[in-house]
């Protein structure tokens, strides 16, 4: 079987993973905006912002990877911003994904850049949990938005990052996190468990994929736990390690490779 080691539960949950990603791939931008009613794309600039990436005085730029890049939405930010602020026309991304559909998505889309078929840009396909083409010690910054809760073994995924970063080089998620105020938490829950399948069927015509991405947020690690994870990884996570975004909604977490 393609089981391999995994046990049946994993193998389960790739697959399912999998196909929410397939089904969901046309629909996926339009529907990030109408689930969060367009706030992902506030966060996603904080994000980009908060790594600043590029940098004008040196010839090489950042080797960026992003992984779960998915339609490409922070890989072309990060390049806006390399090239736009930092005055950086060397900086580039490699999107990475484990679902061929998202990667064709985010091909597509990149061909309205300016990075599209440049060599800015590329492509790789695979599972975050194992990158055998991406070399140790080669990246500057590690890229995960919206992504991480998905995967199957989160800690092989991180020590993989360590691994591929280089000393110094930057880890450093954007995902949906654990509401820090209760009566908020009450308001947020009725939203996500009530609306956002239903949308999902409206709009997609798929109920099922929406209502596993909120279930999948529910289970995710709360902010603390998962800056434990990155620690045990081996990364260094200054100050607080993470920061809310609206009220914790969503997080950022940091870690450095000493
Ligand atoms: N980063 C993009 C964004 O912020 O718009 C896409 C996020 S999307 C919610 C999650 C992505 O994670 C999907 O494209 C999915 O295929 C990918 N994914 C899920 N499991 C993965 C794994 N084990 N390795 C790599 N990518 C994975």
Known sequence: THFGFETVAEAEKEGRVRDVFSSVAASYDRMNDLMSLGIHRLWKGNFVRSLNPGRADSEKGWNILDIAGGTGDIAFRMLDHAT???????????????NPDMLEEGRKRS?????????RLSFLQGNAESLPTVESNSVDL????????????????????????????????????????????????RWSFGA??????????????????????EQFPTQEAFK???????????????????????????????
């Open 84 to 98: 736009n602020i930092n005055q950086d026309m060397n900086t580039r991304v490699t999107i990475s994904d484990i």
């Open 196 to 217: 956002i399948p239903l949308i999902g069927q409206l709009v997609a015509g798929d109920r099922d994929s929406y209502q596993y991405l909120v279930e999948s947020i």
């Open 111 to 119: 061909l309205q850049t300016p990075y599209g078929n440049t060599d």
């Open 142 to 189: 590690y890229t995960v938005a919206f992504g991480i809760r998905n995967f199957t073994d989160k800690d092989a995924a991180l020590r993989e990052a360590f691994r591929v970063l280089k000393p110094g080089g930057v880890f450093a998620c954007l995902e949906f996190s654990h509401v820090n105020s209760a009566v908020f938490n009450a308001v947020y829950k």
């Open 228 to 258: 434990d994870m990155i620690q045990n990884a081996g990364f260094l996570t200054p100050g607080q390690g993470y920061e809310n975004l609206s009220m914790g909604i969503a997080s950022i977490h940091k870690g450095v490779k000493p």
